[in-house]
């Protein structure tokens, strides 16, 4: 596609305030001066998602997780605070809940993806009770390690949906921390522990498999393969699950506990595929290598929505959002985009309390460590300090702001 812009400033709206939106507008400035930018986000906070797995543990403060939306929006980006209900590609403008029409030139979707908590039947209703949480909120990591610090003894559950998650370690690094405590507290030997996945595997890259099987063992945790749940009865504290037979078929089993860290299946926002932006899954359907849509070039996306097949992390963000910002200015310049992201993602597993095994990986499973040196597999304190102190720190003054460390591609 060629930009025509004799006398025109380029309109970019950019769809989600969260780190792939709040990031990609950062880098892009960085490129581009005199652009007109508008984003669409109707939430008042944004949060560091990344830390609510420590604060479930005890291990790092709530509020630092928050700030206002209006302290990250970078000055002079116009701030639009409404969802989006429809994208009209062929007419380039974007409607949203409120009535309003925003038009582009170029449209980046940074959405991020639902958690479907209605997708389990008795689930919200008993959340932040009954033993029953989950770190994927806000209101309810610090009710995550209440649960974890007053537990004496009984069943805890951990489930993980079928993938793909964001963030697909979480569900076990809310496990390992909270066995980590009832080792450290006495409680463990009390304590019946299940990890209930719907997947075949404990972790999609073989490397990391063995470290983590060890943890599980050292933990004294029942893992059950082919369990999704699909039913929580809060008050009397049962979980049903639909469990998958080598057969093909599959049953139900239903387990007592006295607490349950949930995970919640997700999809993409419904306006993606109501409006023609999507692939077969729902996701925001866009070339891999380069992030631009598949059939509108004037559109990009990044961050959890998006159809890449990568894991959906913070770390994937940091470099798709390079990705994006570089592609869309060369667009502008009437350049061809040439910009590529090789699938890195990163995902530090907290094993216990000062040890992470930082997982760090592109498409097909190929491992890409920032530091080669470092055996990655091996749970470190290194990547403690990187996981707990430097990258909070980092993504509020550093990734927010269009700092581009580490951010070139391998492939």
């Known amino acids: 596609m060629k930009f025509n812009s004799t006398n025109k400033t380029p309109k970019i709206v950019v769809i989600g305030g969260g780190s792939a939106g709040i990031s990609f507008i950062s880098s892009l400035r960085k ?15 944004h949060y560091y998602q990344p830390a609510w797995t420590l604060v479930g543990g005890g291990l790092f403060d709530l509020k ?9 929006i970078p000055t002079g980006v116009m701030w639009c605070k409404d969802k989006v209900s429809r994208v009209i590609p062929a007419e380039k403008y974007v409607m949203t809940e409120q009535g309003k029409t925003v038009t582009y030139d170029f449209l980046i979707v940074a959405c991020g993806l639902v958690l479907r908590w209605d997708d389990i039947p008795g689930l919200e209703e008993t959340l932040g009770r009954n033993g029953v949480t989950s770190n994927y909120r806000f209101d309810l990591a610090e009710y995550t390690w209440h649960l974890v610090k007053e537990f004496r003894q009984g069943k805890a559950i951990f489930s993980q949906p079928p993938m793909p998650v964001k963030c ?15 080792l450290r507290t006495g409680v463990l030997k009390n304590t019946d522990v299940t990890f209930c996945l719907a997947g075949e595997v404990v972790f999609g890259v073989a490397k990391y498999v063995p470290p983590l099987k060890e ?14 749940l699909i039913r929580v009865d809060g008050e009397r504290r049962l979980a049903t699950f639909s469990v998958s037979r080598e057969a093909g078929d599959s049953d139900e089993v239903t387990l007592p506990f006295d ?28 070339d891999k290598y380069t992030l631009q849509h598949t059939r509108w070039p004037d559109i990009f996306s990044a961050g959890d929505c998006s159809s890449t097949p990568n894991a959906k992390t913070a770390a994937a963000v940091r470099k798709q959002v ?20 090789d ?28 530091f080669p040196f470092i055996d990655s597999s091996r749970p ?7 996981k707990a102190w430097f990258l909070p720190r980092f993504y509020w003054a550093g990734m927010l702001r269009g700092v581009e460390w580490f951010t070139k591609s391998k492939s």
């Open 31 to 45: 490129r581009l001066n005199h652009v007109l930018i508008t984003v669409i986000e109707p939430g008042e906070y």
């Open 64 to 72: 630092k997780t928050q700030r206002p939306m209006r302290t990250v």
């Open 168 to 182: 697909a370690g979480a569900p076990q690094k809310a496990l390992y921390l909270s066995c980590d405590h009832w």
């Open 215 to 228: 943890y599980l063992e050292k933990y004294q945790a029942k893992v059950n393969f082919g369990h999704n």
């Open 259 to 286: 607490m349950l860290h949930v995970v919640p299946p997700q999809s993409a926002p419904a306006f993606i595929k109501d409006s023609g932006l999507s692939d077969a899954a729902g996701w925001c359907d866009v």
């Open 322 to 341: 390079v990705v994006v910002a570089d592609n869309i200015a060369a667009l502008i310049r009437n350049n061809q985009p040439e910009s590529r992201y």
């Open 343 to 370: 699938g890195y993602g990163s995902c530090p597993l907290t094993v216990e309390k000062g040890k992470v095994v930082l997982a760090e990986f592109g498409y097909d499973g190929k491992l890409q460590p920032t």
């Open 380 to 386: 470190g304190r290194l990547a403690w300090w990187l």
